[in-house]
């Protein structure tokens, strides 16, 4: 009996080697680079939603300007304003696994999450503020769904 549940406990180690694989690409020199163009303009864009309460017009922010806003409490730091991108990055590693293990098996989903993980250009937009991460994660769990 223990012998059929090796290869399924061999998927799920495999898959967590992955996950953090993946993540540790996204948070390897986090905060190295300073903020590019794209990056200031989402975090000017925070400036406009973080009005006062009075004030009558209140802008359409994407998800990734309310995130910034947010984290803008904690600190101006390249690393921590960048560091809900790279988690949205490396949970979007375990969405693609879900949707290749639902929709072609585990092992499929496997070398799905493996290609995302290690994936040049994810790993790049992951890795800049911005809402291009929040976009790839949730379209993802749009298909999964």
Known sequence: M???KSPRVLLVVA???VILAGGALRLVDLGADSFDRVEVDEINRTQAIRLPHD??????ASLSTWVTAA???WGYGE???RLPSAAAG????LAVWGLGAFSFGAEAGLYAAAAVAVAPLHVALSR???PDPWL???ATLMVLT
């Open 2 to 4: 223990a012998a059929a």
């Open 136 to 138: 790839t994660l949730f």
């Open 128 to 130: 800049r503020l911005g």
């Open 15 to 17: 898959m967590l080697a």
């Open 55 to 60: 004030q009558v017009w209140r802008p359409v």
């Open 79 to 81: 690393a921590t304003l």
């Open 90 to 93: 490396t949970l979007t590693i």
């Open 71 to 73: 984290v803008l409490e």
